[in-house]
Protein backbone atom coordinates (compact mmCIF):
# COMPACT_ATOMS: atom_id res chain seq x y z
CA UNK A 1 0.00 0.00 0.00
CA UNK A 2 2.89 2.20 0.83
CA UNK A 3 4.73 1.81 -2.29
CA UNK A 4 1.97 2.17 -4.23
CA UNK A 5 1.28 5.79 -2.81
CA UNK A 6 4.50 7.00 -3.87
CA UNK A 7 4.35 5.61 -6.68
CA UNK A 8 1.08 7.80 -7.18
CA UNK A 9 2.09 10.97 -5.63
CA UNK A 10 5.00 10.84 -8.05
CA UNK A 11 3.14 10.61 -11.13
CA UNK A 12 1.22 13.52 -9.70
CA UNK A 13 4.26 16.17 -9.15
CA UNK A 14 6.83 14.49 -11.28
CA UNK A 15 5.71 13.08 -14.25
CA UNK A 16 6.97 15.30 -17.61
CA UNK A 17 5.31 12.95 -20.16
CA UNK A 18 3.37 9.22 -20.48
CA UNK A 19 6.50 7.58 -21.35
CA UNK A 20 8.69 8.75 -18.50
CA UNK A 21 8.94 10.48 -15.15
CA UNK A 22 11.53 13.63 -14.12
CA UNK A 23 12.71 13.43 -10.59
CA UNK A 24 14.57 15.80 -8.48
CA UNK A 25 17.91 14.79 -6.77
CA UNK A 26 20.06 16.62 -4.31
CA UNK A 27 24.31 15.86 -5.19
CA UNK A 28 26.02 14.07 -2.59
CA UNK A 29 28.84 12.45 -4.10
CA UNK A 30 30.45 11.56 -6.82
CA UNK A 31 32.68 8.57 -7.72
CA UNK A 32 34.75 8.97 -10.69
CA UNK A 33 37.49 6.43 -12.06
CA UNK A 34 38.66 6.41 -15.28
CA UNK A 35 40.92 3.59 -16.46
CA UNK A 36 42.65 2.43 -20.05
CA UNK A 37 41.71 -0.82 -21.93
CA UNK A 38 43.98 -2.93 -22.75
CA UNK A 39 44.44 -3.04 -26.73
CA UNK A 40 42.21 0.12 -27.23
CA UNK A 41 41.93 3.95 -27.25
CA UNK A 42 38.75 3.90 -25.28
CA UNK A 43 39.05 4.53 -21.47
CA UNK A 44 36.87 2.10 -19.02
CA UNK A 45 34.76 4.85 -16.98
CA UNK A 46 33.20 4.16 -13.71
CA UNK A 47 31.30 6.99 -12.74
CA UNK A 48 28.60 7.45 -10.06
CA UNK A 49 26.87 9.86 -7.76
CA UNK A 50 24.74 9.05 -5.11
CA UNK A 51 21.99 11.04 -4.75
CA UNK A 52 19.21 12.14 -2.45
CA UNK A 53 15.30 12.00 -3.74
CA UNK A 54 12.13 11.94 -2.85
CA UNK A 55 12.04 8.18 -2.51
CA UNK A 56 15.17 8.10 0.12
CA UNK A 57 19.29 7.72 -0.93
CA UNK A 58 20.19 6.42 -4.48
CA UNK A 59 23.29 5.55 -6.03
CA UNK A 60 23.61 6.50 -9.79
CA UNK A 61 25.76 4.19 -11.74
CA UNK A 62 26.25 6.61 -15.05
CA UNK A 63 26.36 4.66 -18.01
CA UNK A 64 26.78 5.26 -22.27
CA UNK A 65 29.49 6.23 -24.03
CA UNK A 66 29.06 10.08 -24.72
CA UNK A 67 32.41 11.51 -23.20
CA UNK A 68 31.64 15.24 -24.24
CA UNK A 69 27.98 15.00 -22.23
CA UNK A 70 29.75 13.62 -19.26
CA UNK A 71 32.32 16.05 -19.01
CA UNK A 72 29.25 18.30 -19.25
CA UNK A 73 27.68 17.04 -16.54
CA UNK A 74 30.77 16.97 -14.05
CA UNK A 75 31.05 20.30 -14.83
CA UNK A 76 27.80 20.49 -13.81
CA UNK A 77 27.52 19.16 -10.12
CA UNK A 78 30.97 21.05 -9.79
CA UNK A 79 28.33 23.66 -9.25
CA UNK A 80 24.86 22.97 -8.74
CA UNK A 81 23.99 20.43 -6.33
CA UNK A 82 20.44 20.16 -7.46
CA UNK A 83 19.07 17.62 -11.44
CA UNK A 84 16.84 15.87 -12.66
CA UNK A 85 16.95 12.53 -14.09
CA UNK A 86 14.59 11.25 -16.13
CA UNK A 87 13.17 7.14 -16.18
CA UNK A 88 11.21 5.71 -18.05
CA UNK A 89 8.07 4.04 -16.86
CA UNK A 90 8.50 0.62 -16.92
CA UNK A 91 12.07 0.92 -14.95
CA UNK A 92 9.94 2.81 -12.50
CA UNK A 93 9.13 0.29 -9.69
CA UNK A 94 13.21 -0.56 -10.48
CA UNK A 95 14.30 2.71 -9.82
CA UNK A 96 11.54 2.88 -6.58
CA UNK A 97 13.37 -0.45 -4.99
CA UNK A 98 16.70 -0.09 -5.99
CA UNK A 99 19.53 1.29 -3.79
CA UNK A 100 22.07 1.43 -6.88
CA UNK A 101 20.61 2.09 -10.46
CA UNK A 102 21.88 2.24 -13.86
CA UNK A 103 21.26 5.26 -15.94
CA UNK A 104 22.56 6.04 -19.02
CA UNK A 105 24.18 9.45 -18.76
CA UNK A 106 22.32 11.36 -21.28
CA UNK A 107 19.37 11.18 -19.10
CA UNK A 108 20.42 13.32 -16.19
CA UNK A 109 19.38 17.45 -17.09
CA UNK A 110 19.93 19.93 -15.20
CA UNK A 111 17.32 21.10 -12.81
CA UNK A 112 17.12 24.90 -13.90
CA UNK A 113 16.96 24.13 -17.74
CA UNK A 114 14.64 22.19 -20.21
CA UNK A 115 17.74 20.39 -21.49
CA UNK A 116 21.57 21.15 -22.46
CA UNK A 117 22.53 21.28 -26.25
CA UNK A 118 25.88 19.77 -26.95
CA UNK A 119 27.32 22.23 -29.71
CA UNK A 120 27.41 24.62 -26.44
CA UNK A 121 29.41 22.67 -24.63
CA UNK A 122 32.67 24.49 -25.36
CA UNK A 123 30.73 27.95 -24.15
CA UNK A 124 30.19 26.42 -20.45
CA UNK A 125 33.97 26.42 -19.52
CA UNK A 126 33.88 29.96 -18.69
CA UNK A 127 32.24 29.17 -15.66
CA UNK A 128 34.10 29.42 -12.32
CA UNK A 129 34.52 25.92 -10.73
CA UNK A 130 33.96 25.78 -6.81
CA UNK A 131 35.90 24.43 -4.46
CA UNK A 132 39.80 23.64 -5.14
CA UNK A 133 40.04 20.60 -2.67
CA UNK A 134 41.06 18.39 -5.30
CA UNK A 135 44.99 16.79 -6.78
CA UNK A 136 45.19 15.64 -9.97
CA UNK A 137 47.38 12.37 -10.46
CA UNK A 138 48.07 10.88 -13.88
CA UNK A 139 49.59 7.47 -13.42
CA UNK A 140 49.20 4.36 -15.08
CA UNK A 141 51.03 2.11 -12.57
CA UNK A 142 47.19 1.40 -10.37
CA UNK A 143 49.30 0.11 -7.50
CA UNK A 144 50.78 3.71 -6.80
CA UNK A 145 48.08 5.09 -7.90
CA UNK A 146 46.01 3.87 -4.91
CA UNK A 147 48.74 4.47 -2.30
CA UNK A 148 48.98 8.11 -3.39
CA UNK A 149 45.09 8.83 -2.90
CA UNK A 150 45.04 6.93 0.32
CA UNK A 151 48.01 9.51 1.12
CA UNK A 152 46.22 12.60 0.00
CA UNK A 153 42.73 11.41 1.75
CA UNK A 154 43.99 11.38 4.85
CA UNK A 155 45.25 14.73 4.44
CA UNK A 156 41.51 16.31 3.44
CA UNK A 157 42.04 16.03 -0.23
CA UNK A 158 40.17 14.26 -2.94
CA UNK A 159 41.84 12.88 -6.18
CA UNK A 160 41.29 12.72 -9.52
CA UNK A 161 43.10 9.47 -11.53
CA UNK A 162 43.78 9.44 -14.90
CA UNK A 163 46.22 7.05 -16.83
CA UNK A 164 45.93 8.83 -19.50
CA UNK A 165 47.53 12.77 -19.97
CA UNK A 166 45.14 13.61 -22.66
CA UNK A 167 42.10 12.56 -20.90
CA UNK A 168 43.47 14.75 -17.22
CA UNK A 169 44.27 17.41 -19.60
CA UNK A 170 40.69 17.81 -20.88
CA UNK A 171 39.36 17.31 -17.26
CA UNK A 172 41.64 19.98 -16.16
CA UNK A 173 40.80 22.51 -18.89
CA UNK A 174 37.51 22.24 -18.27
CA UNK A 175 37.69 22.80 -14.49
CA UNK A 176 41.64 24.26 -13.47
CA UNK A 177 40.41 25.84 -10.35
CA UNK A 178 39.49 22.60 -8.94
CA UNK A 179 42.54 21.67 -8.79
CA UNK A 180 45.21 22.33 -5.82
CA UNK A 181 48.02 19.93 -7.17
CA UNK A 182 48.93 17.94 -10.19
CA UNK A 183 51.33 14.59 -9.35
CA UNK A 184 52.66 12.71 -12.25
CA UNK A 185 54.72 10.50 -13.55
CA UNK A 186 57.33 10.57 -15.86
CA UNK A 187 55.60 8.35 -18.50
CA UNK A 188 52.28 8.30 -18.67
CA UNK A 189 49.38 7.39 -21.50
CA UNK A 190 48.22 8.96 -24.50
CA UNK A 191 50.85 12.07 -24.84
CA UNK A 192 54.64 12.31 -23.43
CA UNK A 193 54.60 13.71 -19.80
CA UNK A 194 56.74 17.01 -20.46
CA UNK A 195 53.90 18.28 -23.08
CA UNK A 196 51.27 17.27 -20.49
CA UNK A 197 52.87 19.59 -17.72
CA UNK A 198 53.51 22.42 -20.14
CA UNK A 199 49.57 21.88 -20.75
CA UNK A 200 49.51 21.87 -17.49
CA UNK A 201 51.30 24.95 -16.75
CA UNK A 202 50.01 26.71 -19.93
CA UNK A 203 46.49 27.17 -18.26
CA UNK A 204 47.49 27.90 -14.61
CA UNK A 205 51.17 28.58 -14.01
CA UNK A 206 51.57 28.70 -10.50
CA UNK A 207 50.25 25.29 -10.01
CA UNK A 208 52.47 22.90 -7.83
CA UNK A 209 53.46 20.12 -9.76
CA UNK A 210 55.29 16.90 -8.68
CA UNK A 211 56.67 14.77 -11.74
CA UNK A 212 57.82 11.36 -9.97
CA UNK A 213 60.89 10.39 -12.41
CA UNK A 214 61.47 7.08 -10.95
CA UNK A 215 64.24 5.50 -8.74
CA UNK A 216 67.39 5.77 -9.88
CA UNK A 217 66.67 7.11 -13.64
CA UNK A 218 69.49 10.01 -13.86
CA UNK A 219 68.83 10.34 -17.60
CA UNK A 220 65.18 11.00 -16.66
CA UNK A 221 65.51 13.71 -14.24
CA UNK A 222 68.40 15.39 -15.64
CA UNK A 223 65.86 15.54 -18.79
CA UNK A 224 63.08 16.80 -17.04
CA UNK A 225 65.48 19.08 -14.56
CA UNK A 226 66.17 20.88 -18.40
CA UNK A 227 63.11 21.23 -19.49
CA UNK A 228 61.26 22.18 -16.17
CA UNK A 229 64.27 24.73 -14.39
CA UNK A 230 62.70 27.58 -14.93
CA UNK A 231 59.30 27.07 -13.28
CA UNK A 232 59.00 27.25 -9.53
CA UNK A 233 56.19 24.96 -9.06
CA UNK A 234 57.59 21.75 -10.01
CA UNK A 235 59.12 19.63 -7.95
CA UNK A 236 61.09 16.66 -9.38
CA UNK A 237 61.29 13.08 -6.97
CA UNK A 238 62.98 9.86 -8.05
CA UNK A 239 60.41 7.94 -5.69
CA UNK A 240 57.22 10.00 -5.21
CA UNK A 241 56.34 8.27 -2.47
CA UNK A 242 58.78 9.21 -0.26
CA UNK A 243 57.62 11.79 2.18
CA UNK A 244 54.48 12.52 -0.22
CA UNK A 245 52.81 14.13 2.79
CA UNK A 246 55.57 16.41 3.45
CA UNK A 247 55.99 17.17 0.26
CA UNK A 248 52.66 17.86 -0.85
CA UNK A 249 52.28 20.29 2.23
CA UNK A 250 55.45 22.07 1.75
CA UNK A 251 54.67 22.68 -2.22
CA UNK A 252 50.77 24.15 -1.12
CA UNK A 253 51.90 26.46 1.73
CA UNK A 254 54.68 27.57 -0.51
CA UNK A 255 52.11 28.73 -3.19
CA UNK A 256 49.50 30.03 -0.20
Same mark, same amino acid.
Given at each position: ?? !?? *???? *?? *? ?30 ? =????? $?? @? ?20 ? +? ?42 ? +??? %? %? ?8 ? @? ?8 ? =? ?11 ? !? ?12 ? !???? $???? @? ?19 ? *?????? !? ?13 ? %? ?7 ? $? ?17 ? @? ?11
Amino acid at each position: MK !KL *FIIC *FL *FVILTRSGFARDFIVDFVEENYKETQARFSYD =PLIYH $SI @QVNSAIGSKILILTGDDYNYRK +WLRHYIAQNKQFIIKVPDERLDEFISAKAYKIDVTLVYPFNEGK +WEK %N %NLKLQRKNTI @QGNNHILIVD =PNENRTHLIQTIT !KKMGYSATIFKSGD !KALD $SFRL @QPDKFKMVIAQHSILGMPSDI *FIKQIL !KINPGIPVIIGTGYK %NKNIKNEFN $SKFSNFKSVHLKPVILRDL @QKTITTLINKKA
